[in-house]
């Protein structure tokens, strides 16, 4: 749980509290040792442990009071934009106060941990107060691809700037943020490539589905590269891309989860059956294909099966030697490891006693 937020308890008292603080964001609670028992990690020394907490960059929750966490850590603050989250809860849980790293998930954390207390996270970020929402913590399926840019925005924000929003994304409706089709800071949110800057956040949504094909043992260099010219040619982002999706004869192909590790998402995999369902969307249909393997198109049947009814194919089929890719875009960020059906893992628990010879 190296990146789980720590829950660090000091006293018996506020173990409770604890357990329900660690339950809302999956934490891990650290106990000190002579004070506090049966804590899955405890530690002998406050100030050394906390350090170390925030020298590793683990969000650290205190269940104390926020002095003790100030006068740990005040060496150690150097620079804001690598600090890892740091709460302050009060033992009975009646107050939760983000100090360090509230747009770095801080102010995230406290309000999860807030709501699972039944109290108001003392949230004191301008923007997060003056709009009532958080500019840097986009929820799950969107990501903010400049951030460097949003303290020069929020001040003009705060300034009263108003915004001009090119693209769709309904939680940016649910704030108090100045609209106006006339303003001058610009939010953008799409699939493409785009410069941004201190006038400009652009945000990705999560929205495209990489449809892939190949022949057995294709090296996964060549996927990477077809897949890559695709997206380049496409003006497509790769924070964009929220699965790659095969026929299920595929699970086990290198080159297909090399390309998913490439990219940092899911590999997801349908029956033949389920593509053939999609042949009236195919571009490309091919009989040849058909006959191989019983669906019209592995690529371009993949990645629109991933992306639903309402989803669309951007990239029609293309090849190279040995694989095929296509790439779709659904109208909403997909929940990736809800599509189709993932790679299966072996564990081998042990084999018992026996000869070791046959």
């Known amino acids: 749980m190296k990146d789980a937020p720590a829950i660090v308890v000091l006293t018996a008292g506020a173990l409770a509290t604890a357990q329900r ?36 960059g683990r969000p650290i929750v205190g269940l104390c009071a926020a002095g003790v966490l100030i006068r740990a850590l005040a060496a150690d603050l150097s620079d804001k934009t690598n600090e890892p989250p740091v709460l302050a809860v ?46 840097d913590e986009p929820p799950d399926g969107y990501t903010l691809v400049n951030p460097e840019d949003l303290k020069d925005f929020t001040a003009k924000l705060l300034a009263g700037g108003r915004v001009r929003l090119v693209g769709r994304a309904p939680w940016l409706y649910d704030g108090g943020l100045p609209l106006d089709d006339e303003g001058t800071l610009t939010i953008g949110v799409d699939e493409q490539v785009a410069a941004a800057g201190p006038d400009t956040l652009h945000y990705h949504p999560r929205t495209l589905a990489v449809g892939v094909g190949c022949e057995r043992g294709a090296e996964p260099s060549e996927v990477l590269d077809l897949v890559g010219s695709c997206l380049d040619d496409a003006g497509l982002d790769r924070s964009a891309v929220a699965l790659v999706t095969s026929l299920d004869l595929k699970m086990d192909e290198p080159a297909v989860n090399a390309l998913a590790a490439g990219l940092g998402v899911p590999s997801r995999f349908f029956p033949a059956a389920r593509l053939e369902d999609e042949t009236p969307r195919l571009a490309n249909p091919s009989e040849l294909v058909f006959r191989e393997v019983g669906c019209h198109g592995v690529a371009e049947g993949a990645a629109l099966a991933a992306v639903g009814e309402g989803g669309q194919l951007l990239v029609a089929k293309r ?40």
Do not use: M, Y
């Open 90 to 135: 009060a033992e009975d849980g009646s107050a939760v106060i983000p100090l360090l790293g509230g747009h770095h998930g801080g102010n995230r954390l406290a309000r999860r941990i807030a709501a699972a207390l039944g109290v108001e996270a003392a949230i004191t970020t301008a923007s997060d107060l003056r709009f009532d929402i958080a500019l």
């Open 21 to 56: 603080a660690a339950a809302a964001v999956d934490g891990e609670i650290h106990g000190l040792a002579r004070r506090v028992d049966g804590a899955p990690v405890s530690f002998e020394r406050v100030a050394p442990h906390l350090q170390q907490l925030f020298r590793d």
């Open 319 to 358: 090849k190279s030697a040995r694989a095929t890719c296509a790439i779709a875009r659904a109208p909403a960020p997909l929940a990736a490891t809800e599509i189709g059906i993932g790679r299966g893992r072996l564990a081998v628990v042990g084999i018992g006693p026996g000869r070791t010879d046959w």
